[in-house]
């Protein structure tokens, strides 16, 4: 790479990487695992620095491909869990803060589901961007989208209803 691109590669890095770490933690909820996801998305994003750089939107590029690493790695992770072992599901959340409870209600949805919450509504992207990033039509992004948000509210009501009690 020209020494020129790695400069732009560098500063892109430096001006982003909070950003999309922001995001990964979100789609993770593991502040480990989005500093490796982080990485490993901007590891892609150096390999093809000269297409990145030429799109017009290099931050909404990165996104893309932070979102499809972690449903890539999602899918790799659960097909080695359902082929080497058993998974206990996990507790419900104790009494913790409201946003502690809401990343363990984000963390019971699927991993397309949930990509699909953070990018409409954390990352307030339009229902016809996240379908592109998605590759899937926009009726299916407003049908899980529906589906995802009544799950949290379902998810989040309970847990007001155990914070209440204790």
Known sequence: MPPDHQHEF????RANQ????????LLCGDADAARDLTQTTLAKLFQHWRKVSAADHPHAYARTVLTRTF???????LRD???????DPPPPPAHTELRITLLAALDELPPRARAMVVLRYWEDQS????ARLMLCSEGTVKSQ???ALARLRAS???A???????
Not at 10 to 13: D, N, T, Y
């Open 127 to 130: 229902v016809a961007s996240v």
């Open 10 to 13: 560098e500063a892109f890095a």
């Open 81 to 87: 869990l359902l082929a080497h072992r058993h998974v």
């Open 156 to 158: 989040l009501g309970e």
């Open 71 to 77: 449903l890539a790695e999602r899918r790799r992770g």
């Open 18 to 25: 909070r950003r999309l770490q922001r995001t990964a933690y």
């Open 160 to 166: 007001r209803l155990h914070l209440m009690e204790g």
């Open 145 to 147: 989208c529906s589906r």
